[in-house]
C-alpha cells in the first residue's frame, strides 16, 4: 500500500499560494516555467519523482490539444 501525500499537504499555511493546478499543467505540457508557479518544496517534490517529466510524457500532448480545442471554439 503506498501512502498518498498532496504536495499541498507539505507546506504551511502560511506558504500556500493560489495556483491553478491547469496553469502549471499547462506550463509543464509547454515546457515553460512551472517551477515559478510553485513553492520550492513543491517543485522540488515534483521533479525529485520525475512527476513532470511524466506529466509531459503521458499527457502533455492531450493538455496541449484541450487547449487548441478550447481556443477555437472560444472564437
Same mark, same amino acid.
Given at each position: 500500500v503506498y501512502s498518498v501525500k498532496?504536495?499541498?499537504e507539505m507546506l504551511a499555511k502560511e506558504?500556500?499560494?493560489a495556483v491553478?493546478?491547469?496553469q502549471v499543467r499547462k506550463a509543464i505540457a509547454r515546457?515553460?516555467?512551472w517551477?515559478?508557479?510553485l513553492p520550492d518544496k513543491v517543485t522540488d517534490y515534483l521533479q525529485?519523482? !520525475?512527476?513532470?517529466? !511524466?506529466f509531459? *510524457?503521458?499527457?502533455g500532448l492531450q493538455t496541449l490539444a484541450? *487547449?487548441?480545442?478550447v481556443t477555437e471554439r472560444s472564437n
Open positions: 498532496r504536495p499541498v506558504e500556500q499560494v491553478s493546478g491547469t515546457g515553460d516555467d517551477q515559478s508557479l525529485a519523482n !520525475r512527476l513532470d517529466a !511524466r509531459r *510524457e503521458n499527457f484541450l *487547449e487548441t480545442i
